[in-house]
């Protein structure tokens, strides 16, 4: 990526973190601060989420998002949905209403609708470099685009000719937002939201949304998850670490460690943040890197921010004084 795609990038990053911090910082629930933090992920085109969202073989874009509250053990998620504008808001609003954990498609919608969130047209997700991706992808398959199902929004169409490939995108996320965090009061919590994979089958579901497989919460430990979905779906990733953390007692690195290694044998890939009780957190990786930041008193309330699998920035005993 160029200097100032590495700036844009952090500074989403940056942005997002502050956003969830800002909620803890005044005394606010650490539900709040994830779906906070999700949220402006969500609205930022270049992450994999919301409005920045890959599109599917069918050059539509469907998005899921899950969340979970540690002390309550509630959640909620919400998955093929294609005109909710933060799909995280909707997945709380599930877990709010006391009456289901999981909705999908226009009966998600329709409860999205009444419950008053913003429903957008689905060209509102159209983004060029997320196209681009999609018709790289028919490129590198030997194939185009399927012109009786793709997408045409104010006149953007699947048309495209070999010499007008297009430009690489490869540096942007194409993977799950997610943050995780620990409050005032000692509470955990979780929050998951993506696009899914580029060029995914219609009506593909991925870890996100799977409460358990890529999002889990309990009084213990908040785990976000990213990469291969349907590994992390078989595994159970998610609830797998938090089950090594608290009947196996291992340390919360250790045990994301432990699970991320066994997705890769497996055949799959991605990562996980991760936080305990005790404000000890890990952001593990099995690829290059990940895109990632944290935030604490401890760094004076400032994000810090990394992008390559080089830059060490929390130490693997860290720990944030919830009194603070």
């Known amino acids: 990526m160029t200097a100032l795609d590495e700036k844009v990038l952090r500074n989403g990053l940056f942005v997002a973190t502050q956003a969830g911090y800002a909620v803890l910082h005044k ?3 650490a539900l709040d601060a994830v779906e906070a933090a999700v949220r402006s992920l969500e609205n930022n085109p270049l992450f994999n989420a919301g409005k920045g969202a890959v599109f599917n073989r069918n050059g539509t874009n469907q998005l899921e998002a899950s969340i979970m509250e540690g002390h309550t053990g509630r ?24 009456f289901h954990v ?12 009444q419950q008053g969130l913003d429903i957008v047209d689905p060209s509102y997700f159209w983004t060029k470099h997320r196209w681009e991706q999609h018709e790289r992808g028919f490129f590198a398959s030997n194939e185009l685009p399927d012109s009786d199902s793709t997408s045409d929004f104010d006149g953007r169409s699947s048309a495209t000719t070999m010499a007008d490939e297009p430009a690489d995108y490869s540096y942007l996320p194409l993977g799950t937002v997610g943050a995780v965090a620990l409050d005032s009061l000692g509470h955990l919590a979780t929050a998951t939201s993506t696009g899914g994979m580029t060029n995914k089958w219609d009506g593909r579901i991925g870890d996100t949304p799977i409460i358990g497989a890529g999002t889990w919460a309990d009084t213990k430990i908040a ?8 590994y992390f779906i078989r595994q159970g ?7 090594r953390h608290t009947l196996a007692s291992e340390p919360v690195d250790k045990a994301c460690e432990t699970a991320i290694r066994e997705v890769k044998v497996a055949g ?11 404000g000890r957190f890990t952001m593990t990786f099995g690829s290059d890197g990940m895109y990632r930041a944290y ?23 860290h720990h944030i004084d919830v009194r603070a």
């Open 223 to 230: 785990v976000s998850s990213t990469g291969s979905g349907e």
């Open 268 to 278: 799959g890939d991605g990562g996980v943040i991760a936080i305990d009780s005790q």
């Open 27 to 29: 005394g606010g629930s």
């Open 295 to 317: 935030c604490s008193a401890a760094t004076d309330h400032e994000p810090v921010v990394g992008i390559f699998g080089n830059e060490v920035i929390a130490a693997e005993d």
């Open 75 to 98: 959640a909620g998620a919400a998955t093929q949905l294609t005109v909710v504008k933060n799909p995280i808001t909707l997945a709380k609003h599930v877990m709010d209403s006391d």
């Open 102 to 113: 999981f909705l999908a498609n226009k009966g998600a919608e329709d409860f999205a609708q």
């Open 237 to 243: 990733t998610a609830r797998y670490i938090s089950l």
